[in-house]
């Protein structure tokens, strides 16, 4: 009973990681009906820069909320810096081409920024600066709940609250909706699409700029190839969900991570990342549409 | 009197791809008329209210209340007072009716002038006020139509591009719709009407053009073209 409860808090911590970042697809997949395959490298990149702004401000080791602050905000502000770029220079000079196109830009823009970071960062694993002190503040039995855990889970929910607000009480979330739902029609009401198409990328990146932090406190190494297999899972996740749904992709996420836990747990550490797959192809088999995703008709 | 012109529109031309939909229109649009664009399917209406909203790119010039906008941007369009309710209506169907017609005000600011609006629109279609709180997609054509019809009204316009909307609807609510959109002109709006039910648009315009695979073949007053030998025989099947 006590290990369930400990392989749960695991689950959702590290779930609600995947959802921040399973969004970010989500986001960018509902906009532009393209999955964003550099938005792993995106949230690799947003670790780095966590890195080299905590080194250049002296602060790797001085653990604390203000330096969990600076390191989100950094992140966050690069991740949408890159993203911006991202689109703007590769994504949207293809716009009107076919969507196979911007699929392989998207793949090639994600092994570019792979080998750019192992070209000026290094392929060494690097360690990331302590964000916060690890205590245990709550136990039963067993069973600890660490600081860690409840940040994680805090900033997880906070972000996705802000999310909220923004798609469904701001006039840009307002714009997303209705680009993501009809372009034309959304120009025809006055909306600029090209700006809010870069809105959802920035809202996206800063989504995974947040996990790369929430995932730097709980393990504290970075190498240029971290973004893969989480992108990989997140995005998993986000088909798992419906993809293009919010909801979806934070579901998806949280039973990710809950899943993963318990393979590992119960069956064998090594079926970890098979949790993944296994889901990806039992999705694709039994709903393709996922848990909340609508059946779109192609239109003609 | 002199009435100046809404639109005036000088060798438009739009091509998609290698296929040229308009080969160089010349029409004017003044205040207060309706306007009537007639024409068989693919003659390139659609494509005409595509380029006036600038949701299309095209080549010669338009101009608007005398500005020359034909380089502009769809949005700035529809904030100098273009509005364009489009083929198939573009309502989107998972938004509540609110939600639709808070879109359509999408450029203002002012929330009590908005309201206003709101109160004239929903006086104007009892229906929609009605509907207010339901999913946009589940409403019938006709109300759709006046929905997208009202989200229009939401944007202050100048001007309304309407793009066929008879299209799918049942003879009563079109003569529905039509009578609406007579009242909005006697009340000063000026329309520009795309059709394929050539019969109603020519009644209710003030003058029309025909168009025939991307041409202007033909211009006059609504009367005139009612009575025209080869419109009745290509358009009203007389
Ligand atoms: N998106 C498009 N791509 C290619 N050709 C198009 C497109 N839209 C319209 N056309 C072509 O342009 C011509 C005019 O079409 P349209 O303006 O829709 O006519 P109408 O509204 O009068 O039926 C037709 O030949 C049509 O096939
Ligand atoms: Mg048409």
């Known amino acids: ?300 | 009197m002199t009435r100046d012109a809404v639109f005036k529109v000088e060798n438009l031309q739009v091509s998609y791809g290698p296929i040229q939909a308009l080969k160089g229109l010349d029409f004017e649009v003044k205040r207060g008329e309706i306007v009537s664009l007639i024409g068989g399917n693919g003659a390139g209406k659609t494509t005409t209210l595509r380029a006036l909203s600038g949701i299309v790119e095209s080549q010669g010039r338009i101009f608007f209340c005398g500005t020359d906008i034909s380089t502009m941007e769809a949005p700035s369009r529809v904030g100098l007072g273009i509005s364009q309710s489009p083929e198939g209506r573009g309502i989107f169907p998972q938004m509540s009716v609110l939600e639709n017609l808070s879109l359509g005000a999408y450029l203002r600011n002012n929330k009590v002038e908005i309201a206003d609006d709101l109160e004239k629109c929903f006086a104007l279609f009892p229906r929609i006020r009605e509907r207010a709180k339901q999913v946009a997609g589940t409403l019938s054509g006709g109300e759709q139509q006046m929905l997208a019809i009202c989200r229009c009204l939401m944007s202050r316009p100048k001007v309304l591009l309407l793009d066929e909307p008879s299209m799918g609807l049942a003879p009563l609510i079109v003569s529905q719709i039509f009578k609406i959109i007579v009242s909005l002109n006697q009340e000063g709006m000026t329309v520009l009407l795309v059709e394929q039910n050539a019969r109603m648009a020519l009644k209710i315009a003030h003058r029309a053009y025909v168009l025939e695979t991307g041409r202007i073949v033909m211009t006059g007053t609504g009367a005139e073209l009612l009575s025209n030998d080869s419109v009745r025989r290509a358009y009203l099947g007389i």
């Open chain 1, 1 to 300: 009973m006590q290990d369930v409860l400990q392989h749960l808090i695991n689950g959702i911590s590290y779930g609600s990681i995947y959802a921040l970042i399973a969004l970010g697809y989500t986001m960018v997949y509902g906009i532009l009906q393209m999955i964003n395959f550099a938005h792993a490298e995106v949230y690799m990149m947003g670790s780095y820069a966590s890195f080299y702004a905590a080194k250049w401000l002296g602060i790797e080791n001085s653990p604390g909320l203000s330096t969990l602050a600076i390191l989100l905000l950094t992140s966050m502000i690069s991740c949408s810096i890159l993203s911006l770029a991202i689109e703007r220079f590769a994504y949207r000079p293809l716009r009107k081409a076919p969507k196979i196109n911007s699929l392989i830009t998207a793949i090639g823009v994600s092994l570019l920024l792979q080998f750019l970071a192992q070209l000026f960062f290094g392929a060494q694993p690097r360690a990331f600066p302590t964000v916060l002190e690890n205590q245990t503040l709550w136990t039963f039995g067993e069973v600890a709940l660490k600081t860690s855990d409840v940040t994680v889970f805090g900033v997880s929910i906070l972000a996705m609250l802000g999310l909220h607000y923004l798609i469904y009480h701001t006039k840009t979330g307002q714009a997303m909706r209705a680009v993501s739902a009809n372009p034309t029609s959304a120009s025809l009401m006055g909306i600029n699409v090209n700006r809010t198409i870069a809105a959802t990328f920035v809202v996206g990146s800063s989504l995974a700029g947040v996990g790369s932090v929430l995932v730097g406190m709980r393990y504290p190494k970075i190498d240029p190839l971290m973004g893969m297999m989480i992108g990989l899972k997140a995005f998993v996740a986000a088909v798992l969900g419906g993809i293009g749904s919010t909801m979806g992709a934070v579901l998806g996420g949280l039973i990710m991570g809950v899943s993963e836990e318990f393979v590992a747990g119960y069956l064998s550490s090594t079926l970890r990342d098979a949790i993944a797959f296994g889901l990806l192809i039992g999705i694709l088999l039994l709903k393709p549409t996922g848990l909340f995703g609508r059946a779109t008709s192609e239109k003609v």
